[in-house]
Nanobody
Framework: QVQLVESGGGSVQAGGSLRLSCVVSGYPYSSYCVAWFRQAPGKEREGVAAIDSDGFTTYADSVTGRFTISKDNAKHTLYLQMNSLKPDDTAMYYC???????????????WGQGTRVTVSS
C-alpha cells in the first residue's frame, strides 16, 4: 500500500524559511512523479511544485524563485524548501504521487495527510 507522510510544517514570520519533507513508501519511488499542493481555508487546493521521474521541475507562478522542490530517491523522500515566506503562503501543504505525470494538476492517485504552514506578518 502506498503511503505518504509529510512533516516540517510550523509557524514562521514573514521572510522566514521552512523545509517540508514527505516520506513515501509502497512503490518504486524513483519511477513516479511527485508534487506538493496546498490548500488555504476557504480556497481550492492548488499545485505548488512538481518533479517528474527524470527530475524535471514545475512551479506555480506564485512560488517561483522562492520555493524549491527536490527528491532523494535513495531515501524515498520529497522535499520542499520554502524561502521568503509570505502570509499568503499560509495553508495546509500536501504531497502527492502517481505513476503518471499530472504536473500541478490534482489528479494524483496517492496523497498524504498534510502538514500545516502558518506565516505571520
Amino acid at each position: 500500500q502506498v503511503q505518504l507522510v509529510e512533516s516540517g510544517g510550523g509557524s514562521v514570520q514573514a521572510g522566514g524559511s521552512l523545509r517540508l519533507s514527505c516520506v513515501v513508501s509502497g512503490y518504486p519511488y524513483s519511477s513516479y512523479c511527485v508534487a506538493w499542493f496546498r490548500q488555504a481555508p476557504g480556497k481550492e487546493r492548488e499545485g505548488v511544485a512538481a518533479i517528474d521521474s527524470d527530475g524535471f521541475t514545475t512551479y506555480a507562478d506564485s512560488v517561483t524563485g522562492r520555493f524549491t522542490i527536490s527528491k532523494d530517491n535513495a531515501k524515498h523522500t520529497l522535499y520542499l524548501q520554502m524561502n521568503s515566506l509570505k502570509p499568503d503562503d499560509t495553508a495546509m501543504y500536501y504531497c502527492a504521487a502517481d505513476v503518471f505525470d499530472y504536473g500541478l494538476g490534482t489528479d494524483y492517485k496517492f496523497w498524504g495527510q498534510g502538514t500545516r504552514v502558518t506565516v505571520s506578518s
